[in-house]
């Protein structure tokens, strides 16, 4: 028997197993069940180049629990380890430099375990005693028995074994019990070794029977040892790819298409990825990618490995370059990993492409789903967006789709406006901007239906990068305004004129501290609507991306929503109202107006006398004058406004006018809609 030190060059490697690892105790189990793949592996391989003659014999490997000795043991009938081996590979935990390391680092525990791939070791993070048991495919090779307990001194003596291969037995600690359980044991298979290479075997298969769960003969096994990735595309159908995906997500939805990587330069990859039909909550959809360095598990959060869009597919990657028992910080700084990633998105770009390509009509009737991956991709990948430019779609008003390229050359000589903008118009909701839309449209426009989450930033984002180009919402302004083709035609009112219909309409408009309105002018076709409503594209996109957005853009998200009144002067309504008006308060407005003007007349001549003066070289009567003056102008502003208010109230015409407004935005709501709904009755 030889007694012995295990070979870490550093004080001890224990304490820090059972230290750091606590969180993660789970993957003790995957470490060595990967152990014992990977041994039967290399024998298959040397059985393959005539280097291991014997009978391979059947290779499972098997997971069993003792619940009286309170053992978990792991057997393989791999390569075996002879006492020289064990000592080489399991006792000399020979790291160079490990002690500087961990001196360096002894504060960072993800460095450490980042370093020293523990795998074997994990073992300890829950047993309080390990042994292995192990007989090497080597002719005349004897068996061993290494014992160890948790401390740096081991046990390795002969034994008999009666297999080649080898037993890891793990005496399970009392703060570990729950890995006795066989519930637990299989959920740890399930989650780490469901696609490993070799079949594993955990207890026997359970069937009903006299109304029972009872024992059959045969072996349960836990895996598939031959999952979709690792199948070659041609041998697979659309129905095998749709399967797999039911085997990583029972409970999905069927994907609406997939990518099978393949790459074995500059680094290994395989994998599938699925895209979801992406529901409008984005944030539920993560972390669905499934992380296995060949065929084990190793995580299923990804974000930081690859990037953040690709977070919203579904599926698996698989990469030996995809270190295994490292931590996150330290695979997100890999430069493999990087690569990884970045190869990533261009296979999903290129593979988008191609479905794009050969596939249009199905890949329109798709799209609706899939436009807020790609949105959000262009939005925060540079390299995406520069590829999906050219798939990335947009949907009209009568459910057509284009390219930008496309939509570009549809639009360009009719929606450019004097200066060389090129105006997109666009709906968020065609329903409640039907008559906008109308407007719009009997002008031969087009407009884009953009509704999706991310479709204002996307608005801004296509702003930035296409020169002349704006992105402007159908009920932002005046149909002739929103595409100015020359300069607007001049309004002919007087500034009375126009003073009275501010002062009448202000005086209906449901102004609270949520909406505010202001009052316009435009001169148009005397058959466009006589009142209409609009809001400002800046102003509303800003609180639109405050929503979504907060932080800077929460100032925004606080200001009221800002309308325009736009009164159509050439319409006939309009004119008929300021003749209403003049017939029934003009005796009162008109000397009101007078007076003011007076007013005004008096102060700007004392101004004019004084203006090369001082202040204080300018008479103190002078001063009083053009106080008192002013004073007299605010309270006759004061009565005219109370003039116009009482007009207004009186004047059915005026609120009808301004509920036909609310109600083309459908802005008319409860009680106002009601009334409305009334005086209309009454009108007919
Ligand atoms: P790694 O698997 O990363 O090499 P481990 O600590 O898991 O690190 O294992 C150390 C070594 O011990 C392995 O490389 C292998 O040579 C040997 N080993 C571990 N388990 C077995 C096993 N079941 N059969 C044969 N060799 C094994
Ligand atoms: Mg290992």
Same mark, same amino acid.
């Given at each position: 028997?030889?007694?012995?030190?295990?070979?870490?060059?550093s004080?001890?490697?224990f304490?820090?197993?059972?230290?750091?690892?606590?969180?993660?105790?789970?993957?003790?189990?995957?470490?060595?069940?990967?152990?014992?793949?990977?041994?039967?592996?290399?024998l298959?391989?040397?059985?393959?180049?005539?280097?291991?003659?014997?009978?391979?014999?059947?290779l499972?490997?098997?997971?069993?629990?003792?619940?009286?000795?309170?053992?978990?043991?792991?057997?393989?009938?791999?390569?075996?380890?002879?006492?020289?081996?064990?000592?080489?590979?399991?006792?000399q935990?020979?790291?160079?430099?490990?002690?500087?390391?961990?001196?360096?680092?002894?504060?960072?525990?993800?460095?450490?375990?980042?370093?020293?791939?523990?795998?074997?070791?994990?073992?300890?993070?829950?047993?309080?005693?390990?042994?292995?048991?192990?007989?090497?495919?080597?002719?005349? =090779?004897?068996a061993?028995?290494?014992?160890?307990?948790?401390?740096?001194?081991?046990?390795?003596?002969?034994t008999?074994?009666?297999?080649?291969?080898?037993?890891i037995?793990?005496?399970?600690?009392?703060?570990n019990?729950?890995?006795?359980?066989?519930?637990?044991?299989?959920?740890?298979?399930?989650?780490?070794?469901?696609?490993?290479?070799?079949?594993?075997?955990?207890?026997?298969?359970?069937?009903?029977?006299?109304?029972?769960?009872?024992?059959?003969?045969?072996?349960?096994?836990?895996?598939?040892v031959?999952?979709?990735?690792?199948?070659?595309?041609?041998?697979?159908?659309?129905?095998?790819?749709?399967?797999?995906?039911?085997?990583?997500?029972?409970?999905?939805?069927?994907?609406?298409?997939?990518?099978?990587?393949?790459?074995?330069?500059?680094?290994?990859?395989?994998g599938?990825?699925?895209?979801?039909?992406?529901?409008?909550?984005?944030?539920?959809?993560?972390?669905?990618?499934?992380?296995?360095?060949?065929?084990?598990?190793v995580?299923?959060?990804?974000?930081?490995?690859?990037?953040?869009?690709?977070?919203?597919?579904?599926?698996?990657?698989?990469?030996?370059?995809?270190?295994?028992?490292?931590?996150?910080?330290?695979?997100?700084?890999?430069?493999?990993?990087?690569k990884?990633?970045?190869?990533?998105?261009?296979?999903?770009?290129?593979?988008?492409?191609?479905?794009?390509?050969?596939?249009?009509?199905?890949?329109?009737?798709?799209?609706?789903?899939?436009?807020?991956?790609?949105?959000?991709?262009?939005?925060?990948?540079?390299?995406?967006?520069?590829?999906?430019?050219?798939?990335?779609?947009?949907?009209?008003?009568?459910?057509?789709?284009?390219?930008?390229?496309?939509?570009?050359?549809?639009?360009?000589?009719?929606?450019?406006?004097?200066?060389?903008?090129?105006i997109?118009?666009?709906?968020?909701?065609a329903?409640?901007?039907?008559?906008?839309?109308?407007?719009?449209?009997?002008?031969?426009?087009?407009?884009l239906?953009?509704?999706?989450?991310?479709?204002?930033?996307?608005? =801004?984002?296509?702003?930035?990068?296409?020169?002349?180009?704006?992105?402007?919402?159908?009920?932002?302004?005046?149909?002739d305004?929103?595409?100015?083709?020359?300069?607007?035609?001049?309004?002919?009112?007087?500034?009375?004129?126009?003073?009275?219909?501010?002062?009448?309409?202000?005086?209906?408009l449901?102004?609270?501290?949520?909406?505010?309105?202001?009052?316009?002018?435009?001169?148009l076709?005397?058959?466009?609507m006589?009142?209409?409503?609009?809001?400002?594209?800046?102003?509303?996109?800003?609180?639109?991306?405050?929503a979504?957005?907060?932080?800077m853009?929460?100032?925004?998200?606080?200001?009221?929503?800002?309308?325009?009144?736009?009164?159509?002067?050439?319409?006939?309504?309009?004119?008929r109202?300021?003749e209403?008006?003049?017939n029934?308060?003009?005796?009162?407005?008109?000397?009101?107006?007078?007076?003011?003007?007076?007013?005004?007349?008096?102060?700007?001549?004392?101004?004019?006398?004084?203006?090369?003066?001082?202040?204080?070289?300018?008479?103190?009567?002078?001063?009083?004058l053009i106080?008192?003056?002013?004073?007299?102008?605010?309270?006759?502003?004061?009565d005219?406004?109370?003039?116009?208010?009482?007009?207004?109230?009186?004047?059915?015409?005026?609120?009808?006018?301004?509920?036909?407004?609310?109600?083309?935005?459908?802005?008319?709501?409860?009680?106002?809609?009601?009334?409305?709904v009334k005086?209309?009755?009454?009108?007919?």
């Open positions: 028997m030889k007694q012995g030190n295990i070979g870490v060059t004080e001890n490697i304490p820090v197993i059972k230290k750091f690892l606590y969180s993660d105790h789970d993957i003790f189990l995957r470490e060595l069940v990967s152990n014992a793949v990977d041994a039967t592996q290399k298959k391989t040397l059985s393959s180049v005539g280097e291991f003659k014997g009978e391979l014999g059947e499972n490997v098997s997971v069993r629990l003792d619940k009286e000795a309170k053992t978990l043991t792991i057997s393989d009938r791999g390569v075996g380890m002879t006492a020289e081996e064990i000592d080489k590979y399991i006792n935990i020979a790291f160079s430099g490990a002690e500087e390391f961990l001196d360096k680092y002894k504060d960072d525990a993800n460095a450490i375990i980042g370093h020293f791939g523990l795998g074997f070791y994990s073992s300890f993070m829950v047993s309080k005693k390990v042994e292995i048991y192990s007989q090497s495919y080597k002719e005349g =090779s004897k061993v028995k290494w014992s160890c307990e948790g401390n740096p001194d081991y046990t390795m003596e002969e008999t074994k009666a297999d080649r291969g080898t037993d037995v793990l005496y399970i600690d009392d703060e019990v729950a890995f006795l359980e066989e519930s637990k044991i299989t959920e740890l298979l399930n989650k780490y070794c469901k696609f490993l290479p070799v079949p594993i075997a955990f207890g026997k298969k359970k069937e009903w029977k006299d109304g029972k769960e009872q024992e059959t003969a045969e072996d349960n096994i836990v895996n598939n031959e999952p979709a990735w690792v199948k070659k595309p041609a041998d697979l159908t659309d129905e095998d790819y749709n399967k797999f995906y039911r085997e990583l997500y029972p409970y999905g939805e069927e994907p609406l298409f997939h990518i099978h990587l393949n790459v074995d330069y500059p680094f290994n990859l395989t599938i990825l699925y895209f979801p039909k992406v529901k409008n909550n984005i944030e539920l959809q993560r972390n669905k990618i499934q992380l296995y360095c060949n065929q084990v598990f995580t299923d959060s990804v974000e930081g490995i690859v990037p953040e869009f690709l977070t919203l597919l579904h599926g698996v990657i698989d990469s030996p370059d995809i270190p295994l028992n490292v931590s996150r910080s330290y695979l997100q700084s890999d430069g493999n990993v990087k990884i990633s970045s190869h990533i998105t261009k296979k999903v770009a290129d593979r988008l492409q191609e479905i794009f390509k050969a596939e249009r009509t199905e890949f329109e009737n798709k799209w609706d789903s899939l436009k807020i991956f790609i949105n959000y991709g262009m939005l925060t990948d540079e390299k995406f967006y520069e590829r999906a430019v050219k798939f990335n779609l947009f949907k009209n008003t009568d459910g057509k789709y284009f390219t930008a390229e496309e939509y570009k050359t549809l639009v360009e000589s009719n929606q450019t406006d004097k200066d060389g903008n090129l997109y118009l666009y709906t968020n909701d329903e409640q901007q039907f008559s906008y839309i109308e407007a719009a449209k009997a002008k031969g426009y087009g407009v239906v953009m509704d999706g989450q991310l479709d204002v930033h996307l608005a =801004s984002m296509l702003e930035q990068k296409n020169e002349k180009s704006r992105y402007v919402r159908v009920d932002s302004d005046t149909i305004n929103i595409i100015l083709k020359e300069n607007a035609a001049t309004v002919e009112l007087t500034a009375n004129e126009q003073n009275a219909l501010s002062s009448i309409f202000k005086a209906e449901p102004e609270d501290k949520e909406n505010s309105y202001w009052v316009s002018f435009a001169a076709d005397a058959e466009s006589p009142v209409m409503i609009t809001q400002q594209e800046f102003m509303r996109r800003m609180k639109e991306m405050a979504t957005q907060g932080g853009m929460s100032f925004y998200g606080q200001m009221p929503n800002s309308y325009n009144l736009v009164v159509n002067t050439n319409h006939a309504l309009i004119k109202l300021l209403n008006t003049e029934s308060i003009g005796e009162k407005v008109n000397p009101i107006n007078q007076q003011i003007a007076a007013l005004k007349q008096m102060v700007e001549t004392i101004n004019e006398a004084n203006k090369d003066k001082k202040d204080d070289e300018i008479a103190e009567t002078d001063k009083e106080k008192s003056n002013n004073d007299k102008v605010a309270a006759l502003e004061k005219k406004e109370a003039l116009y208010k009482e007009f207004a109230k009186g004047e059915d015409m005026v609120r009808q006018l301004v509920d036909l407004a609310l109600l083309a935005n459908n802005m008319l709501k409860g009680e106002a809609l009601s009334k409305f005086r209309s009755t009454s009108f007919i």
